[in-house]
């Protein structure tokens, strides 16, 4: 069979099945809007997610999730380009998995935006895990 991979955003009923992963992972699930996420569609099955979150200081790559099933494929790596091609100049991401974010040409960063800051601290403090958070700026170039 042909494989085909469609990157679009999600519809209502993708939007329902992301929100679960987005549980499922414990990943940001603040505000969630439609429009800021976009889904990978692999052989016509919900396969990775991820959103861009377009602040007034900065743009944030969050809640980026393969579906279990999926990963160790490339997957993600390809759901974060995807993602990162619409990006004009720079973005920003708070995570605790940096050397994945590396390969993608991210580098920690120790100065950032206000609302990345305030991201860094909800993280801290709501989420907490025993690996450190770490922000990183992938930059256009
Ligand atoms: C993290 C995640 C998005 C990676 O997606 P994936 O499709 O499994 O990853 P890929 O197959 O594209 O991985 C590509 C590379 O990244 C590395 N990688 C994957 N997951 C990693 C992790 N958790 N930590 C460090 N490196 C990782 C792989 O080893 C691979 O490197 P290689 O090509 O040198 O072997 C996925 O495992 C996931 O959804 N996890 C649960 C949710 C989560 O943690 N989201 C990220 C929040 S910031």
Redesign the pocket.
């Known amino acids: 069979m042909k494989e085909t991979i469609v990157v679009r955003e999600p519809n209502d009923k993708e939007f329902e099945e992301v929100k679960k992963w987005v549980e499922k992972?414990?990943?940001d699930n603040d505000n969630m809007q439609k429009e800021q996420f976009r889904v990978m569609i692999y052989n016509n099955e919900l396969a990775?997610f991820g959103r861009l979150r377009i602040n007034d200081d900065a743009t944030e790559l969050?809640?980026?999730?393969?579906?279990t099933k999926?990963?160790?494929?490339?997957?993600?790596?390809?759901?974060?380009r995807s993602l990162l091609s619409s990006v004009e100049k720079e973005a920003y991401?708070?995570?605790?998995?940096?050397?994945?974010?590396l390969?993608l040409g991210f580098e920690a960063v120790k100065q950032y935006p206000k609302s990345i800051q305030k991201k860094r601290d909800l993280c801290v403090t709501q989420y907490h895990v025993d690996t450190p958070y770490e922000v990183m700026k992938w930059t256009q170039n």
């Open positions: 992972f414990w990943l990775a969050c809640t980026i999730g393969v579906l999926f990963q160790k494929k490339g997957i993600g790596m390809a759901m974060v991401l708070v995570t605790v998995i940096p050397k994945f974010f390969k």
